[in-house]
């Protein structure tokens, strides 16, 4: 039997993913820190929380993890006693990714949808509180993650890579916080998101349809609603970002229901669908965490305008450094 083909793909997919996804989420910290993008520093400051998450995703799981199994698998990272605290840091850092994606959804929700609320938790100071938050509470549910592994082998007495305790998957303690983990991420955050968006798009139709209504009787058909205006770029935003979330891990939420319905540990063989569908439903989570800058590109037009400047300075910089 030869390599795998799956196995071929992820040896090109995850060094991809690597390459990609830490210069984007660099730039996009860069560019939102300056605050020059047009959005409100409530919005700046929840997409920055969000970049720096799915950044620590892309290292800990892409690059340490995948790339190193596939080209450095003697690399020091997979010392046991320094595999583990990596581990733990890319479950933390995905559940934070997913909640904060959860919490800007909430926020814009309430903006849209809760006028009372909106001044008192839609500010910067309320956003940098929720991030911290969500940022603790995330680190402190992934801390038995750091306690699941145990060595594979010993070499030279250096114990070497990380994987499962053999009572992980017979202990009902754990077996619980594994299923505590599965609905806290990625299953609650995904239905969460979703329920946002109906209640969000409801608002914005029956809203729309009033003010179209008073703004026709008393100016005309034609005039734009400047309100609506400017909230439409929020709202672009707002969908874009939780529709690629909604699509990059439906797959894994499906599947981590079935497998818990199915109870399915193992696979026949590397061609199984059920074991296709976990490697795919993996990669496309990952492509979660590299996709929020290209929708920055694709819907904010001061955001295209900053990235440009970016990129033209250096240019103009070795320019000058010539004729000089």
Known sequence: MGY?????????????????GVPVNLVAIVILSRGKCGLSKCISRYLVGMAVADLLVVITDPILTRVGKIYFPDSFVFITPVCRPIMFLGYAATVV??????????????????????????????AAVVIGTVSVLGCLESVPWYFIYEPYLIIDNVPRHCIFKLNFRTSPVWAGFELFHLILTPCVPFF???????????RILVASQVRRGLRGRSNGENHKDPEMENRKKSIILLFSISGSFILLWVTQVVNNIYRRISDT?????YTDPRFITQATSGMLQLLSSCTNTCIYVLTQAKFREELKNAVKYPLNLIVKLVKS
């Open 192 to 202: 969460l998101i979703l329920l946002l968006n109906v209640m969000t798009v409801r």
């Open 97 to 126: 990714s997913v909640w904060l994606t959860v919490a800007f959804t909430f926020d814009r929700f309430v903006a849209i949808c809760c006028e009372n609320l909106k001044t008192k938790y839609c500010t910067e100071k309320m």
């Open 4 to 20: 795998p083909v799956m196995f071929q793909i992820e040896d090109i997919y995850y060094p991809a993913l690597a390459a990609v």
């Open 265 to 269: 540990r193992y696979y026949n063989s």
